[in-house]
């Protein structure tokens, strides 16, 4: 209708009219511009929204990791220490406490986090969707992080190798067996612990000839301190990573009552 009259008008050359049905066309179309810029933006931003909801279980269950993973490098600190104090000449850990605490100390435990798919997830536009600056911030953390310093290679070290090519596989097999990894499910989240004691009995013939062939071994012992040393600077390269996600975690709970 409106470009009928604007015909009518210039074939009467009513400028005035024209420039007023002008001005029309030209506020419409850029209202409905803004309209539908307005309307892409509010529907990015749910979308943002609902990833950040689905983002409250991922962190949750990093964090199950986080406890589990401190708990279970624990125990084998202590089998760790059992080991060397036999290495040491202690009389008190008998062949078969040997063997079983210097096989637990090469268990190991692997963070499990997925940090690629939330980057995928959470691009540059996504995060430019979160008005809060500190969730904005912590997410940047999160996804720009260095996981290699967290991954089970970082503990897989010559001690767990050596020890486990001395050690002959039955005697393996039943240790693993009675104390290997235990899963457990918690809040959903499936997580790994050790039993703190290990008390399978091993062949006594088989266990007194493989603990000879470990203290012939003078070099497992710094193999083994070397060891316990990259489990411990995992830890604390996992502390402020636990931080970030921590807060993450606790933002975006608070967010969503």
Partial sequence: MIFKRLYADLRAQNWLAIAIELAIVIVGVFIGVQVANWNEARIEKAATERMLDQLVPELGAQLEF?????????????????????????????????????????????????????????????????????????????LTQDYSVVEI???????????????????????????????????????????????????PKEAHATAAALRARRDLPGELNWHLAAVAVYVENALPLEDTIRALYRDLKGRSR
Avoid: H, M
């Avoid at 536009?125 to 912590?138: A, F, G, K, S, T």
């Avoid at 990894?181 to 009995?201: F, H, N």
């Fill in 153 to 203: 290679d970082a503990v897989a070290t010559p001690y767990r190798e050596q020890v486990r090519r001395l050690i002959p596989i039955r005697l393996q097999d039943q240790i693993r067996r009675a104390c290997g990894d235990r899963e457990l499910r918690k809040a959903g989240t499936i997580i790994y612990q050790l039993p703190p004691q290990c008390s399978v009995r091993l062949d």
């Fill in 66 to 142: 986080f406890d589990s993973a401190e708990v279970y490098f624990a125990t084998t600190r202590r089998f760790a220490d059992q080991a060397l104090a036999a290495w040491q000449g202690d009389p008190a850990v008998s062949d078969e406490r040997f063997v079983i605490a210097a096989y637990q100390a090469t268990q190991i435990y692997g963070i499990g986090l997925n940090s690629e798919n939330w980057t995928l997830t959470f691009g540059g536009e996504q995060l430019r969707n979160i008005e809060d600056p500190q969730i904005r911030r912590n997410l940047e953390v999160v």
